[in-house]
């Protein structure tokens, strides 16, 4: 049952083929995260306790704050600054103190929604290898795939769960990488050659460097 439920939304993503499917499930999965921690999540004290330990990350706080929850927000808030108060509550002596209370501070900054985040996904990455083998429709689609950098890495690092299809995995993968990078280079090389005095009247596609972004560094383009 425990697969099932795993693997829906992996066939789901896998079946748009648009951008990175990997992608879309945790966009997908970040989306319920901060909107539950704008809502049902503000008043709960488990939530509330490893919020105010080690707070939220740039990007997770400025959705939150374009949220509609800005009450909810500030009482998050109110009771990290307090949290981190109590923390820093006796100044260091001396230098060695000070390091001490750096190293201190730096483990209670980190982000909630990210934290809950990364283990769903490190076995969203499992389960796709795992699937790879054990579904005989998905190779195809996995081949089809364009994964962005980031999520190529960690399917490299979850080959194993492909079992006796691990090398057939491995050059799906591969050979779906290469495709899509050699496919970006040439778009940006035809987006710069439009900026070329000899090449005047050429028009630059606006979706060029947004689909190399999103292949190369974030999903989050916008």
Known sequence: MQYQIQTAPIW???????DCPLCAIYTEREKRLVSQYLAENVMDPDFRVNSNRIGFCPEHIRMMY??????GLALQLETRAAELKKLLDKAPTDKRAAKKQAENLNSHIGCVICSA???????????VAEMYENESEFPELFA???HCVKHTKELYAAAAYAGKKTAAYLYALTASIKRDLKQAETELRAFADCF??????MRPNPDTIPNA???LITHDVN
């Open 12 to 18: 789901d993503a896998y079946r748009k083929q648009s």
């Open 196 to 201: 070329d005095h000899k090449n005047t009247g």
């Open 213 to 215: 972004i999103k292949l």
């Open 144 to 146: 089809s795939a364009h």
């Open 117 to 127: 985040i990364e283990e769903p996904m490190s076995r969203y990455y499992m389960t």
């Open 66 to 71: 374009a949220g509609q929850n800005k009450l």
